[in-house]
């Protein structure tokens, strides 16, 4: 199974609203990461787990909280966002984070608008 | 700092006909490259990549990618092109250590439009 899965699909947030994203892949993968991605785009990295701690933050604002429950699953939370933070959520995973030939694995995304 | 150069943002090609997408970059040390597409309204799906000996690395549905290090660079081809290969491509590189190993810096993107 080489699949990583990602939910909601879409998602629409008012400003004010609390949401979450989640992603979940079973392919034993220790590396886990949340990219961002505009239209047209390359995916711009967020955040990166690995082995179940938070190894890179690019600078990404606090209103976007990660969490890595497990090995397994990782969350995106979401709280008082801007209409420029709309773009599709990408996650991500490898076998490892220190063996940096590993290639990625990425979700579908979740499309996100906020209003 | 590493970074890569997709220097078309569209590539044109009829059906049947060879497919190349360019890629450069700068990295320091050894490069590990990556080529990645991504089909409308999905996330990005691995191709191929290039870690270290053959300098022609064959992927997924027919692609195949040359490492060239004098040139730095690192082209995807595929010899005959299928109206389903449209999408997006990325190509990617990580240095082979380091801090910042691990992360992953993609091109711009070229968008593939294969004609009938």
């Known amino acids: 199974d080489t699949e990583v899965t990602q939910t909601p699909k879409h998602l629409v947030m008012g400003m004010t609203n609390k949401k979450s994203l989640k992603c979940e892949q079973h392919m034993g993968h220790r590396a886990m990461y949340w990219y961002k991605q505009k239209a047209k785009k390359p995916p711009e990295l967020m955040f990166v787990?690995?082995?179940?701690?938070?190894?890179i933050n690019e600078s990404v604002p606090s209103r976007f909280s990660p969490e890595c429950p497990n090995s397994s699953l990782l969350n995106l939370h979401l709280h008082a966002l801007q209409p420029e933070d709309s773009a599709l959520y990408l996650c991500a995973s490898s076998q490892d984070k220190t063996s940096t030939y590993y290639e990625q694995y990425f979700g579908p995304g979740t499309r996100l608008t906020v209003t | 700092a590493q970074s890569v150069a997709q220097p078309e943002d569209q590539v044109n090609v009829a059906e049947g006909n060879p497919l190349t997408v360019k890629c450069t970059y700068s990295?320091?040390?050894?490069?590990?490259l990556f080529w990645y597409v991504q089909y409308p309204n999905r996330g990005l799906q691995f191709l191929l990549k290039y870690i270290t000996g053959d300098n022609l690395v064959k992927g997924s549905y027919g692609f195949e990618a040359e490492f060239n290090k004098s040139q730095t660079s690192f082209h995807l081809k595929k010899p005959s092109a299928l109206v389903s290969d449209s999408a997006l491509y990325f190509c990617a590189v990580r240095p082979s250590g380091g801090a910042a190993g691990n992360k992953l810096t993609f091109g711009g993107g070229t968008r593939v439009l294969v004609k009938p």
């Open positions: 990295v320091s040390g050894n490069p590990y």
């Open positions: 787990y690995s082995y179940e701690k938070l190894s």
